[in-house]
């Protein structure tokens, strides 16, 4: 204790001098004091930057302050910034047939760096893209996955793809079909029922959700039938979709296939190429497909062929372009011929080419090629 502390203790009624030189201690706690409690008030975004610095004084505030041992006292709430619309993250929306291979979809953009969540109620979905914006970028894309076993599990659905488009957020919808003979065998060989059917049949339960699945299968930006692809190839088209690091305006696959196989049930075009002469009845050329240059020789030098090819490729750049417009990222065209081995895989090769010269990132798929 000083000797001014002790003589200022010892008489209380005697009146301290005052050192002309500096301020009184007492009078320069309460400055302290004042100063600490009483900041300058900030408004717009000044206010917004010193929000957790500047406590208020409690005017109804319900912030929590602690004291400071100087006496100022701090606030310890501390208000987040706005969310800017770059760090809204990418979003996927993974659904389809129970058992058309949604699991393996979301696995590959798992292993592509994307983050999954499986089973995500619908009504969350607005939620979670939230809380990724909020990570700082440590969360730029999320794939959710959700299956609709009831009318009100699919209004939530609807509800929440509202909430997304009223809040700029971009998305994507990918539907995994396939048919019924597939999912039906598909079940069978695990002999698990089908979450639809009940009482009744595994057919039951299928043809149940496909109906709950009507319109968003109508709203699905890139629809994949599995209905022939087995685990590796499904991976193998998901990662051409998803695996590049910049996203094209537009995704093109041009599939090949054999009309005596049935139609691609995945295509948005179909072209058919049976108008042009069959290699097959060409005895040197039956036993290559349209990827061999001979063939490809053939088909192209036929009557209409070159211009089927050129009048074809102005109308799909017609079509690209209207697809972009409205917002459609990939489109299917599948060219057919009889069994899917000559016409038609040239025809595609060539098409794809074309439309990779005009810019479109295409994937070329042979579906029938070899089943003979």
């Known amino acids: 204790m000083s000797e001014h502390d002790a003589q200022h203790t010892a008489d209380p009624g005697r009146t301290p001098e005052v050192n002309q030189d500096r301020p009184p201690a007492a009078n320069q706690d309460q400055k302290l004091t004042a100063s600490s409690q009483s900041p300058p008030r900030r408004t717009g975004e000044d206010a917004t930057r010193h929000d ?38 990418e979003l996927v929306i993974i659904s389809g047939m129970s058992g058309a291979g949604r699991s393996t979809a979301a696995k590959c953009l798992e292993d592509l760096g994307w983050f999954v969540v499986d089973n995500l109620p619908p009504a969350l979905i607005p939620t979670m893209v939230e809380l990724g914006a909020r990570s700082q970028g440590n969360v730029a894309r999320i794939a959710v996955v959700v299956d609709v076993r009831g009318r009100r599990f699919f209004d939530n659905l609807r509800e929440s793809l509202a909430d997304l488009e009223a809040r700029n957020v971009t998305r994507r919808i990918v539907f995994l079909e396939s048919s019924d003979e597939a ?36 709203d699905a930006d890139l629809v994949i039938d599995t209905s022939s692809l087995n685990v590796h190839e499904l991976r193998a088209k998901m990662d051409a979709q998803f695996a590049g690091e910049e996203e094209p305006e537009l995704r093109a696959t041009v599939m090949s296939f054999g009309f005596k196989y049935g139609l691609p049930v995945d295509a948005d075009l179909v072209v058919d190429m049976r108008f042009l002469p069959n290699p097959h009845w060409v005895p040197e050329l039956r036993p290559y497909t349209g990827l061999n240059e001979e063939v490809a020789t053939y088909v192209l030098n036929q009557p209409g062929a070159k211009e089927f090819l050129d009048r074809y490729a102005e109308l799909l750049q017609l079509i690209a372009a209207g697809y972009r417009r409205e917002g459609k990222r990939y489109v299917t065209i599948a060219v057919g011929c009889t069994g899917g081995k000559h016409r038609s895989v040239a025809m595609s090769e060539k098409l794809a080419a074309r439309l990779a010269a005009e810019g479109v990132e295409t994937v070329v798929v042979h579906r029938d090629m070899g089943r003979e």
């Open 52 to 89: 957790a610095a500047a406590p208020d004084t409690g005017h109804g505030s319900a912030e929590h302050t602690a004291g400071h041992e100087d006496g100022a006292q701090v606030s310890t709430d501390v208000t987040p910034p706005g969310i800017p619309e770059a760090a809204i993250p």
């Open 183 to 218: 999912l039906v065998r598909r079940f069978e060989s695990v002999r698990r029922p089908h979450p639809l059917q009940g009482d009744g049949r595994i057919v039951d339960g299928i043809v149940a959700e496909r109906e709950l699945l009507r319109e968003l299968r109508g």
